[in-house]
């Protein structure tokens, strides 16, 4: 079961006229007035038993055209600092990893080590703290979890947190700075909250969860848990802030799910991977509702990111198993793409930066 489940992890305005605008991944759309330009970076790997890859350790791109190989070695999970920095967690080896630090400009910093394992997710706090969140075999036949904390500018831990279960998925952060880390062990799963500089948790949330994937915070506070459910399916559980209960659980429309993302205004959006004859989409929610606004179908094809910059302009990072992989822009609220950026390999993780 811990073996499967590792594996699990390892996986708005009027519509735009038109035709999407298929741009090279130099190209850039306007920018919005009254919006920090974003920089949209995605991490792009090999995909397994690929002909040829160039270059064939992967490599992360912005899609303002600039490239960045130096350091990337199949590139897994991406995380943007306030300040401008990209941490990008590469997997090195049969089962290791580290975290490689790069400058607005793209240029390599350090290299960050000391965890265990390879890193699927990555959060920075506001005060510039890396939390670096991991699993590695234990002995002959188990796995054990891991959150790594790294100063800002340091290359080693500076703790580890306790508490985190086999499985922690993709954390996040409330606006007080408390930090929030989705574990698994067994059914249910549960969310360690862990206050600023601290390392053991001061309170946990297992009420109305299943296996725990990512977090995801609106400007209200309110929390959204991604679940796989224990019967099957997918789910995405509300909590009020501070509280221990779910006060509502999304199930309609989410299938075979891969990503959460909130945008400006409080909507969710919900990344659906196909399966089972049904199309991939990505299905928006408003606020305190249970069931699908609208569903966005043209330009979506596996999705396995969803990000948003301050326009609210939506991102979302596709990788079929065959054909191009992409990531596809869309106005806010629009259903139709606004911009789509074809990529030379297979689409991993996402972030925004703003400038």
Do not use: W
């Not at 190209?27 to 920089?39: D, E, F, N, S």
């Not at 890396?130 to 790594?148: M, N, P």
């Not at 009420?207 to 915070?217: K, N, S, V």
């Amino acid at each position: 079961m811990k073996r499967y489940l590792g594996i699990a992890l390892c996986a708005v305005a009027a519509a735009c006229e038109g035709r999407p605008t298929t741009l090279p991944a130099g190209a850039l759309g306007p920018r919005v007035g009254g919006h920090p330009t974003p920089v949209v970076y995605v991490a792009e790997s090999c995909v397994p038993n690929a002909a040829s890859c160039a270059p064939a350790d992967g490599l992360v791109r912005s899609l303002r055209g600039r490239t960045i190989t130096a350091g990337v070695v199949h590139p897994i999970a991406l995380a943007a600092g306030a300040n401008g920095d990209l941490f990008v967690s590469n997997a090195v080896g049969s089962e290791g990893g580290d975290v490689t630090v790069y400058s607005a400009n793209g240029r390599l910093l350090r290299t960050l080590d000391g965890f265990r394992g390879r890193s699927y997710a990555m959060a920075v706090s506001h005060s510039g703290e890396l939390y670096v969140t991991s699993h590695y075999k234990y002995r002959c036949c188990d796995i054990k979890g891991s959150v790594a904390v790294f100063a800002p500018g340091g290359t080693r831990p500076v703790r580890h947190l306790t508490g985190v279960g086999s499985f922690p998925g993709k954390p996040a952060f409330d606006a007080y700075g408390n930090l929030y880390v989705p574990n698994f062990d067994n059914f249910p799963g549960y969310v360690g909250v862990y206050a600023p500089s601290q390392t053991a948790p001061f309170r946990t949330i297992s009420q109305g969860m299943g296996f725990p994937l990512a977090l995801a915070f609106d400007a209200r506070g309110r929390l959204y848990v991604l679940n796989i459910v224990f019967s099957g399916g997918y789910d995405v559980a509300v909590y009020a802030p501070g509280a221990d209960a779910p006060s509502h659980t999304i199930e309609a429309g989410i299938t075979n799910a891969s990503a959460i993302a909130l945008d400006p205004d409080g909507n969710l959006y919900v990344a659906n991977r196909a399966e089972k004859g049904r199309l991939a989409n990505v299905t928006a929610y408003s606020p305190q509702s249970f069931a699908p606004a609208r569903r966005i179908f043209a330009g979506i094809a596996d999705p396995i990111a969803l990000a948003f910059d301050a326009a609210g302009t939506l991102y979302v990072a596709n990788a079929p198993v065959r054909g191009t992989s992409t990531v596809t822009a869309y106005a806010p609220g629009s259903v139709k793409p606004l911009r789509v950026y074809p990529l030379a390999e297979q689409a991993a993780a996402l972030a925004v930066s703003h400038e």
